[in-house]
């Protein structure tokens, strides 16, 4: 079995571009072998089997462009003897589809999540849907629904990390729905305190401006830039902090991997958080317009760090639980292989 799999950007810091890699290095097991097709790479990627086509690139949309993708696509397809066409974005959804009509193989899309406003593009759009969290499969709520939840290697727990100083860590594509403009304000506030160490990882268009805010503020946050192995960065922060704003979340692999990894979640509240994560129980949802609230809440938890320990390990017990890596990879190749 061959499956490409597409989307509209490929990065190393991105939770789509994480899971596509994740999918095709387990489906390999199966003896199902992956092709990675994407508009953009965006940042640094050594795989030989990523490929690169500006026709499937978002803000490259037209009319023409889109016509253009639909034939490039079928004949890529054709081309590579293409069983299955697996995309990640409403865009490349779209051009697969109506691909198939030409190429007469089966197109699966995985929803990574819902779009803030309807466009001129069906939001689903393929002969099976994957939904990756509740929310989103009950919004849809058809007949070709399928839902595949995101799967993580298993990791132990580790106590040992809630130590001195406390390392604290976020990460996101700099835009300002991500919001990452809070965290670098709200960790400037702990400029006086010796004992705590605050890290941020990624890239965007906000860079230049956050990273000036940054040193602006007092520099307290070391940027880290775009982190290939960002694991290795969770297993040695103790805090992860998520304040997105944004409207159209779907569940972020980040909370994920730093609920592995055994870091406190302080994330936003979020359309879909709620059935997959207990406040003060499995960590904290702060408000992030309430800026002296979490300013409190912070220093109250790094003073106290270890009083915090319970929900690190509640939430990394649901993590393990309810995201098994081979369970996601089991239902992918059972739902390709039923579609040939």
Known sequence: MKVLNITDEFGIDDGVSVHVTDLSEGLKKYNCENMILMGKIRNSVNNGEIFESHLLYHSNRSTTNFLKAIKFLADFVTANKIDIINSHSHYSANIAKYASFLSKVKTIQTNHGLLSKPGLLKEFNADKIILTNEHSYARYNKNNA??????????????????????????????????????????????????????????????????????????????????????????????????????????????????????????????????????????????????????????????????YISLAENYHKRVSRDYSFDEMIEKHFKLYSSLL
Do not use: W
């Open 146 to 307: 399928v839902l595949i939840k995101h799967g993580l290697k298993y990791l132990p727990f580790d106590e040992t990390k809630f130590i001195r100083p406390v390392k604290i860590f976020s990460s996101s594509r700099f835009v300002k729905e991500k919001n990452i403009e809070f965290y670098i304000r709200l960790a400037n506030q702990f400029r006086d305190f010796k004992d705590v160490e605050f890290f941020l990882a990624g890239d965007g268009e906000q860079k230049d401006y956050l990273l000036e805010l940054n040193k602006t503020l007092g520099g307290n946050v070391k940027y880290l830039g775009i982190v290939s192995d960002f694991i290795s960065i969770l297993d040695t922060s103790a805090i992860y902090i998520y304040p997105s704003v944004s409207a159209n979340e779907g569940f972020p692999i980040s909370l994920l991997q730093a609920g592995m990894c055994s870091n406190l979640i302080l994330t936003s509240d979020f359309l879909g958080l709620s059935e997959n994560f207990e406040n003060k129980k499995d960590g904290i949802i702060i408000n992030t317009y309430d800026f002296q609230e979490n300013v409190n809440l912070l220093s109250n938890i790094i003073n106290n760090i270890n009083s």
